[in-house]
């Protein structure tokens, strides 16, 4: 009965939807040295990237993690693991998961509080790190995978972003990504 209401719900292409408003239930809970951001996710338009985010998420791979660039007017960016390493620093930037997602470009705006990742030169080369947008960054669009968005500790990503980088845009202060949660979106309130 099961297998044949989802057989039915998939022909119809409803089943899909379910799946997506199930994933859409969730945010992610940023907990950084500046304090706490949420984020939504948008698996409607970039289920591989949602996935993925909170597969690494779950298993604690951006724990203990640093922003390790940061644009005043443009973006913070963090996710990778060499970050944990401070011996590593001249590599920051580099590390990744050990695998690529494939883009999933879309008509979503890099607008302020998007979250989306980063990647090389090769548009299938984003792996675990990520930016959240601190101003609007159209040029972004169509060419970087956003996944979801800031809904919650604007103030933290103004913290984040204004702080006085050297070299590399590196902060000069490492704020650090203690932990990144998957929750429930009514816990996060």
């Not at 990647?119 to 040029?139: E, L, V």
């Not at 979801?148 to 590399?168: R, Y």
């Not at 000069?172 to 929750?183: D, F, G, N, P």
Request: positive net charge; contains cysteine.
């Amino acid at each position: 009965m099961i297998k044949s209401l989802f057989a039915l719900l998939t022909a119809f292409g409803i089943a899909g939807t379910i799946a997506s408003a199930e994933d859409a239930k969730e945010v992610a809970v940023l907990k950084t040295s500046k304090g706490e951001m949420v984020l939504e996710f948008w698996p409607d338009v970039a289920p591989k990237h949602v996935a993925n985010f909170k597969k690494l998420a779950k298993d604690g791979f951006y724990d203990g993690t640093a922003f390790h660039r940061v644009i005043k007017g443009f973006m913070i960016q963090g996710g990778d693991p060499l970050t944990k390493d401070p011996s590593k620093e001249s590599e920051w930037g580099t590390g990744g998961p050990g695998y690529k997602v494939d883009a999933e470009f879309n008509k979503k705006p890099h607008a302020r509080g998007v979250l989306s990742m980063a990647r090389s030169q090769d548009p299938n080369s984003a792996g675990s790190q990520f930016f959240i947008c601190h101003d609007d960054a159209s040029s972004l669009d169509g060419k970087y995978t956003g996944f979801g968005k800031l809904i919650k500790g604007d103030e933290v990503l103004e913290k984040i972003a204004t702080t006085l980088t050297g070299p590399k845009d590196r902060p000069k202060e490492k704020i650090t990504l203690e932990s990144v949660k998957i929750v429930p979106a009514d816990s996060a309130k």
